[in-house]
Antibody, heavy 119, light 109 residues
């Protein structure tokens, strides 16, 4: 059974940093690209970032480019999102998502972790 | 990376059919056959319902179907059931990223 468990969310001041983690199990981690998607309170889903299966192709939404860094540790089956220079508009539930290989779709989602940026 | 356009809400009675539209541009919906649809119940993880415009993942009922014409994709749900009430999001690959629609609230009357 595929499982994606996010952690690391919490309250942080504007300008601060936070690192999210996503622990994966139930599939061959190294075979899949992984994504981060977020949902601000009362808003829709917003794409954040993608890292491909071998980690050498990374993409970011314009809204987070230069501030967020996605990475993966295949030895730990874990995906990360390092967030810096956080803004109030980064407040959201952050979902870790497994890629549907070869189909450019997001086929399994974690439950999400809440990040609140506020003074 | 502008969001795809979806109606804010749709509704239907049990047993009826509803269609949710998703309009983008030639840089996303119109340029790739990689449109996907997600069902999201509040407080739960979103669920993939359609990928590659019209493909259903294993376990998704045949009542859910997808299509595309030009820059507009559509999700049709036939034989509405109470448990279909949720928020639905379209999503398209856009070359180096993905772009979502704003979401459509489906109410089953």
């Amino acid at each position: 059974e595929v499982q994606l468990v996010e952690s690391g969310g919490g309250l942080v001041q504007p300008g601060g940093s936070l690192r999210l983690s996503c622990s994966a199990s139930g599939f061959t981690f190294t075979n899949y690209a992984l994504h981060w998607v977020r949902q601000a309170p009362g808003k829709g889903l917003e794409y954040v970032s993608t890292i491909n299966d071998n980690g050498n192709t990374i993409n970011y939404a314009d809204s987070v480019k230069g501030r967020f860094t996605i990475s993966r540790d295949d030895s730990k089956n874990t995906l990360y999102l390092q967030m810096s220079s956080l803004r109030t508009e980064d407040t959201a539930v952050y979902f870790c998502v497994k890629d549907l290989r070869g189909n450019y779709a997001l086929d399994f989602w974690g439950q999400g972790t809440l990040v609140t940026v506020s003074s | 990376q502008s969001a795809l356009t979806q109606p804010r809400s749709v509704s239907g009675s049990p047993g009826q059919s509803v269609t949710i539209s998703c309009t983008g541009t030639s840089s996303d919906v119109g340029g790739y056959n990689y449109v996907s649809w997600y069902q999201h119940h509040p407080g739960k993880a979103p669920k993939l319902m359609i990928y590659g415009v019209f493909n259903r993942p294993s376990g998704v009922p045949e009542r859910f179907s997808g299509s595309k014409s030009g820059n507009t994709a559509s999700l049709t749900i036939s034989g509405l059931q109470a448990e279909d009430e949720a928020e639905y999001y379209c999503c398209s690959y856009a070359g180096t990223c993905w772009v979502f629609g704003g979401g459509t609230k489906l109410t089953v009357l």
